[in-house]
T-cell receptor
Framework: DAGVIQSPRHEVTEMGQEVTLRCKPISGHDYLFWYRQTMMRGLELLIYFNNNVPIDDSGMPEDRFSAKMPNASFSTLKIQPSEPRDSAVYFC???????????FGPGTRLTVL | DAKTTQPNSMESNEEEPVHLPCNHSTISGTDYIHWYRQLPSQGPEYVIHGLTSNVNNRMASLAIAEDRKSSTLILHRATLRDAAVYYCILRDRGTYNTDKLIFGTGTRLQVFP
């Protein structure tokens, strides 16, 4: 299995631009999580899905952030408009079953200038 | 939510055992103790978890105090590849919050040759 796949691995953009991060979970996993990691705040859960349905988006910082999961094999995290404080590493993770081990992708390093 | 306390950093020499402590004095009866680690420039990865009894797997051992207010992750023979940040996380299987992983600051383990 290829594991959780994220793209792009690195993204550099200018303030005000739209950014879309992509994630392909492990096949057969029914939970998908989006996390953000910064030096100041550590690893934070932004939102998670179960069977493609958003369950908890209380970690999404503000309305500029949105996430979708149109099918079981694809999810996006969009930031519009992006701001320098959004610079971070964004991780996607998936799991099978609510209590089970989460498998993390390699992350997308986002830099907003 | 029950919280965990870990030392900020620890050091070890290669091939020596490492004992990583975690305090969770407010742990509830339905909290499982999970450990994840994050190698440099990678996403977190699952290490081990337990409830009351000590647990062993190919990566590590987990020793849980009788009162469950503390636990220790044991790496039997540290290798350079074990240099990472280790996170001790409580997951409450009694509530929906078990879906979430709440990461603290973790312990940064350095391994010297």
């Amino acid at each position: 299995d290829a594991g959780v796949i994220q793209s792009p691995r690195h993204e550099v953009t200018e303030m005000g631009q739209e950014v879309t991060l992509r994630c392909k979970p492990i096949s057969g996993h029914d939970y998908l999580f989006w996390y953000r990691q910064t030096m100041m705040r550590g690893l934070e859960l932004l939102i998670y899905f179960n069977n493609n349905v958003p369950i908890d988006d209380s970690g999404m910082p503000e309305d500029r952030f949105s996430a979708k999961m149109p099918n079981a094999s694809f999810s996006t995290l969009k930031i519009q408009p992006s701001e320098p404080r959004d610079s971070a590493v964004y991780f996607c993770a998936s799991s099978t079953g609510r209590n089970n081990e989460q498998f993390f992708g390699p992350g997308t390093r986002l830099t907003v200038l | 939510d029950a919280k965990t306390t870990q030392p900020n950093s620890m050091e070890s020499n290669e091939e020596e055992p490492v004992h990583l402590p975690c305090n969770h004095s407010t742990i509830s009866g339905t909290d499982y103790i999970h450990w994840y680690r994050q190698l440099p420039s990678q996403g977190p990865e699952y290490v081990i978890h337990g409830l009351t009894s000590n647990v062993n797997n190919r990566m590590a051992s987990l020793a849980i105090a009788e009162d469950r207010k503390s636990s220790t992750l044991i790496l039997h023979r540290a290798t350079l590849r074990d240099a990472a940040v280790y996170y001790c996380i409580l997951r409450d299987r009694g509530t929906y919050n078990t879906d979430k992983l709440i990461f603290g600051t973790g312990t940064r383990l350095q391994v010297f040759p």
